[in-house]
Nanobody, 125 residues
Framework: QVQLIESGGGLVQAGDSLRLSCAAS????????MGWFRQAPGKEREFVAA????????TYADSVKGRFTISRANAKSTVYLQMNSLKPEDTAVYYC??????????????????WGQGTQVTVSS
């Protein structure tokens, strides 16, 4: 059983920064591709960023490219999402996800096998 626990969400103003964390337990974190997704009210869940097991490859949604950075610390079984220059349209519940394979950058939610409960990020204008 895999457990993913997100933290770091909150209420901020436009232009501020936040760093989300996702702590994993229950399997070999270091062998998994990790991803961040988000879901705004009334909208479908969308891909935000992903990072392969080694951290050497990353990919981002166009809407966050240049503002968000995904990283991981395998020794701590934790993946991070640094969010800078936040906009009101970034308001959503942010979810961490883990895939069974670790060598591919996955942007489709169906490729991920394990999900956290989510953390709310609210950006006011």
């Amino acid at each position: 059983q895999v457990q993913l626990i997100e933290s770091g969400g909150g209420l901020v103003q436009a232009g501020d920064s936040l760093r989300l964390s996702c702590a994993a337990s229950g399997r070999t974190f270091s062998s998994s591709t990790m991803g961040w997704f988000r879901q705004a009210p009334g909208k479908e869940r969308e891909f935000v960023a992903a990072i392969i097991w080694s951290g050497s490859l990353r990919t981002y949604a166009d809407s966050v490219k240049g503002r968000f950075t995904i990283s991981r610390a395998n020794a701590k079984s934790t993946v991070y999402l640094q969010m800078n220059s936040l906009k009101p349209e970034d308001t959503a519940v942010y979810y961490c996800a883990a895939a069974d394979r670790g060598d591919a950058l996955e942007s489709q939610s169906t490729k991920y096998n394990y999900w956290g409960q989510g953390t709310q990020v609210t950006v006011s204008s």
